[in-house]
């Protein structure tokens, strides 16, 4: 609570000190700007489709090699071939766990023929598809590390480190767009002993093929969505897999290697006691405790509060009011994908002038009422940026201020059964595929299982 009202206070001064060139309508776009973007992950490259329509000139930052950010596996675990840190979590045999049709980009589907939960390699594919038919690399720097983004003089100096060259070089942006990931930076807890364990241990994060496992004796730590897919790959091929959770929901029949555990409460140098007194020895820690923001290129000028489960104050979970020549897409909690890609269509509405922000002080006056909102509901500021049970309206309310096409209620729909059945039947829910009918109505069929997963009716 003191926590909240500290924050509101840096508010109120913080709408005292708004930079009086910006006070009335914000008409943003500049003739002649040049816009950066962090990341050439989905995020990013629905925006970077946005700006090229536009008109907008533009420059993607790329750490890595390659386009695509998580849904690229990557063998390395720790540093890649140019010694940057490895950003993807991607892992072998992945299936989405949310069906391809609340993740597609705007106008751009996967061939119908598709199954609704594609493999992680197939979801890739349609990335560089997409990457492809909208001849986005031209504007991409790929081996482009980002280290220090800075507010000087009414512009953005942003700073790279060349990978190849290992040269840093620093650009002006008059905007910045931040689609850097939300599954990058691993959250890790450290329970008693943890030093001491003589076993391995790692973050999902880390993870990426059963094999490693094989006959082992393995805790998992979580019932996330890493956790549970986990269980799935890992419950027949252990020696044993000892699962610690406290997530309600129907279990389905593992192997008989498999241990449901209560919460942790040590580790000793050979394994692990549980809170339930049971003690039992592993080889293997795998914590699937999921992640958290993080934005270490932030310099103090931008003006925003930046932690690994929040950030304020921004203006539709997007712009940053201090300096609304800022934005990020993809902070924002327990949504589809899709809405990164309304997120990005706003963006790019925005620097190509298609329609106006309401003054510095009216977006933090707005924001200040959602934060009372959430104090009202019990809520905490952690929470600011989730969207979830709102989603639906959210959306409407990016289209009623920016125009941005409406994202189907459908879509909401789909989620919410998806999420409810994921938990009901674990082993089995992606074996039905989907198909939308309008904007308020789907259908759903059993897919016949087997093979179909496999399938990736995609070209290159
Ligand atoms: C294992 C896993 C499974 C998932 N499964 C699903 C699913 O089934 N369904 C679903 O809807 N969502 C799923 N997600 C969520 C997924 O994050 C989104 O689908 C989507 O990939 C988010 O895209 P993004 O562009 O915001 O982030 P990312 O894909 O993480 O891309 C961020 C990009 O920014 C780059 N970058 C980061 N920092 C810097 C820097 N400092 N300088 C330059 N570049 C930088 C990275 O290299 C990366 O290319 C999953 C996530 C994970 C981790
Ligand atoms: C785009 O911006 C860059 C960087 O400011 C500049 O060098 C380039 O000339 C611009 N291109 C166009 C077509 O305006
Ligand atoms: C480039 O920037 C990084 C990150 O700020 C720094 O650690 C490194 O020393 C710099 N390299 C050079 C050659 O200046
Ligand atoms: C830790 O493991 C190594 C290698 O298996 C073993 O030699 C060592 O004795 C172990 N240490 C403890 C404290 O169990
Ligand atoms: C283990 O179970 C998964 C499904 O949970 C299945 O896909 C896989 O083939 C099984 N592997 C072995 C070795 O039985
Ligand atoms: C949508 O806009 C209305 C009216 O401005 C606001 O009260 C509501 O909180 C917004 N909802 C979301 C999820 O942003």
């Known amino acids: 609570m003191m926590y909240l009202l500290s924050v509101l206070w840096s508010c109120i001064i913080l709408l005292l000190c708004l930079n009086s060139n910006y006070i009335g309508g914000l008409a943003l776009s500049l003739p002649d700007s040049h816009t950066c973007v962090i990341g050439a992950g989905y995020s990013g490259l629905a925006v970077s489709r946005y700006l090229k329509e536009f008109g907008v000139n533009f420059t993607v930052f790329e750490a890595s090699r390659y386009v695509g950010g998580t849904w690229r596996f990557d063998p390395h675990v720790g540093l890649d071939e140019d010694g940057t840190p490895v950003l993807t979590s991607m892992y072998k045999y992945l299936r989405t766990n949310t069906p391809r049709q609340t993740m597609e980009f705007g106008g751009f589907p996967f061939p119908a023929n598709a199954p609704s939960y594609p493999t992680g390699t197939c979801f890739y594919k349609y990335l560089q598809s997409f990457v492809k038919h909208f001849d986005l690399m031209p504007n991409i720097h ?212 298609k329609f106006k922000l309401p003054s510095q002080e009216e977006m933090l006056k707005i924001w200040l009422a959602h934060v009372y909102k959430l104090q009202y509901q019990h809520k905490k500021i952690i929470d600011v940026n989730t969207v979830g049970s709102d989603m639906d309206q959210y959306l409407g309310n990016l289209t009623k201020e920016a125009g941005v096409t409406r994202v189907p209620t459908v879509l909401t729909e789909i989620r919410d059964f998806n999420a409810k059945n994921r938990l009901e039947d674990l082993l089995n829910y992606r074996d039905y595929d989907y198909k939308i009918i309008d904007s308020n109505n789907y259908k759903r069929w059993h897919n016949g299982g087997g093979n179909r997963a496999e399938e990736c009716p995609i070209e290159l």
């Open 142 to 353: 790929v081996r482009s590390f980002v280290t220090s983004v800075k507010w000087i003089d009414h512009h953005w100096e942003l700073t790279y480190t060349q990978t190849d060259e290992r040269i840093n070089n620093t650009v002006s942006c008059d905007f910045v767009i931040i689609a850097n990931g939300q599954y990058v930076r691993p959250l890790l807890p450290n329970f008693p002993g943890q030093d001491i364990f003589n076993g391995s241990i790692i973050h999902s994060h880390d993870y990426r093929e059963p094999e490693t496992y094989k006959g082992r004796r393995v805790l998992l730590v979580g019932a996330g969505p890493s956790g549970l897919d986990l269980a799935g790959q890992l419950h027949n091929i252990t020696a044993k897999l000892f699962h610690s959770h406290h997530l309600v929901y129907n279990q389905p029949k593992f192997s008989e290697h498999y241990f449901k555990k209560p919460d942790v409460e040590a580790f000793t140098t050979d394994g692990v006691v549980f809170k339930d007194g049971t003690i039992e020895e592993v080889d293997d820690v795998i914590f699937c405790t999921g992640y958290e923001f993080y934005h270490p290129f932030l310099d103090k000028s931008c003006g925003l509060t930046v932690s690994g489960k929040f950030i304020l104050p921004l203006h539709q979970n997007i712009v940053n009011i201090r300096h609304p020549s800022m934005s990020f897409i993809g902070v924002v909690n327990k949504v589809i994908t899709r809405v990164m890609d309304a997120q990005a269509e706003y963006v790019a509405s925005l620097i190509a002038g």
